[in-house]
Every structure is written in structure tokens, then in C-alpha cells.
């Protein structure tokens, strides 16, 4: 069976849907490029989703450049075993250590994917996802981007043949070097791309202070607190919770809209949630024609309601 390359930058979600989309196509080996000593969550994730095998390249300061330490490790492996596919994060370092590997050895590139078959065919969601499109490279092995939130993660244990990668940072590799880096706090709530639960406000909200009924709402849930681009560029939340085309994709079990109409670009952010419940006093408001559940009201009079109750049931 085909030998299919999965780049896993960091244990996650996203890296458990790589490993499960790419099961099917061939002999799944998991390429880790890590500074020494961090790689034993990536490493275990990869063995929980099937990896036959892991490729484990451990150097000194490469979290000190830009990609491209990494993506010369993954080519040179690419040139190697010449897999059958290569699979990638649609992250903005997944998406830049594609796009050098592509040209470095002429293979075709696809981004943002949510399936791959193995035929090489690839699904892609465009125009905000209003359309879906098939396509396929012409030339070489598919390249491909995994769009987040694509498929559900299903584990299968194995024990993967661990190979260890001699490598070291090329000169060419340190014109582009990180100068410093700034680590996010993390609240108590769950990452917004990982919830199964994200309750969502959107210019309906009407002032940052009122999106604390948002928060209450999700804390009572368990889950994430999103907002619509309306909402953030109003200055109400912060741009980095916008769920949407422009913002962060969700597919959560449980999604609730409050406040928000549902325009095309914040759809595409959060139309393959499980279960969608929207809340908003405008009958008419396309977000309707999406959820599962609507009602038609205020939301300050309707989310207090269901906070109770699922304070109730506690």
C-alpha cells in the first residue's frame, strides 16, 4: 500500500482529522519536525489515529525561523519515499511549508480541503460556502491543505516503526528569524475550534458589555464564545473569536446564533455544526432557513430563559 505523508506541526484536533482522512488512502507516516523533547503528544497522537509509522526529525532552534527548517525536512523526505499524498494544516504555517514543498518538487497544491479520496480527487467549500467543488492536481501527487473541522476524528490505535531524521538548519533556512513570540492566555473556556459546544453574538447583541449574557450563556454550555464579523468590527468582542469565511471555522455539536443574521461569510464558518439553534427578532433573517431550531424574539429575553433552565438542570 501507498506510502501517504501526514505533517503534524502540533498534537489536536486538527492533526486527529489528518490522520483519519488520510487511513484510506494508503500506509499513513506522520511527519514531526519539532524542537528536541517536544514531540511525545504529537508522537502518542499520531499512534492513537493509525500512523504505521513516524517520521521524527528532533533539531535544535527550529522554533527560532520561519517555516522553512521544517518544510526542507519534509522535502527531503518527500524526496526520499515519494509518498502517494502529502497532507498538511490548513494553518498559515501548514499552508506555507505546502506551498514551499509544492514548488520544491513540482507537484500540484490544493488548499483548504475538507475530503480526498484515493483517486486524488479532492472537495474543496467556495464562494463561503455556497458551492462545492471537486477537483484534482494534473500534475505530480496531490499537495493538500486540510481545512479544520472537515471530518470527525475517529481513533485507531496502532504502534508506529518511530524513524529517527538526522537534520540541522541550513543557512539559506535562517534569513527569515522569529524575534519574538507572545503566548495567548487561555481562559477556562475551550478553544474555540475544538468545542462542541459555541454560543455565538452578533451585531443583534448590541453593545460589548451586554455580550457578557453571551459568555454566561456558553460557561452554563461548557462551551466556546464566538462572535459574527458584525459583532467584532463593532468592537464588541475581539476579532480573534470571529466565526466565519474572514475568521475562525467551527463545527461544533451544538451551535446557537444569537443576535446574528446569517450572512454568506459567516455561514461558511459554521454551517456544519451538528445542531444549530438561532435566536433573533427578525423572522425573516436567513440565519433561519439554516438552524435546526429557531425562535423568533428577543434575545435578551430569550437567552436569560434558557440560562435558567440549564442552570436548573444542573
Known sequence: MAEVFVYV???GKLAAEMLTMARPL????????SEPGDSAEAVAQAAEYGASKVYLAEVAGVGDYFMVPKADVVTELFKEHAPSAV????TSEGKAVAAYLAVSTGNGLLTDVSALDAEGQATQEIFAGASVSTSKVTKGVPIVTVKANSLAAEPSSSTPEQ???????SESAKKVAVV?????????????TEAGVVVSGGRGVGSAEQ????????DALGGAVGASRAATD???????????QTGTTVSPQLYV????????QHRAGMQTSRTIVAVNKDADAPIFSLADYGVVGDLFKVLPQLLENVEARK
Do not use: C, M, T
Not at 180 to 192: A, C, M, N, Q, S
Open 180 to 192: 519574538e513570540k507572545v503566548e495567548e492566555p487561555k481562559g477556562d473556556r475551550p478553544d474555540l
Open 234 to 244: 463593532a468592537g464588541y468582542y475581539p476579532h480573534k473569536f470571529q466565526v466565519g
Open 163 to 169: 524513524v529517527a531524521v538526522e537534520a540541522s538548519i
Open 9 to 11: 506541526d502540533s498534537a
Open 211 to 218: 455580550f457578557k449574557l453571551i459568555e454566561d450563556v456558553a
Open 26 to 33: 494508503g500506509e499513513v507516516s506522520a511527519v514531526i519536525v
Open 257 to 264: 446564533a444569537a443576535g446574528i443574521s446569517g450572512a454568506i
Open 87 to 90: 497532507l498538511l494544516p490548513s
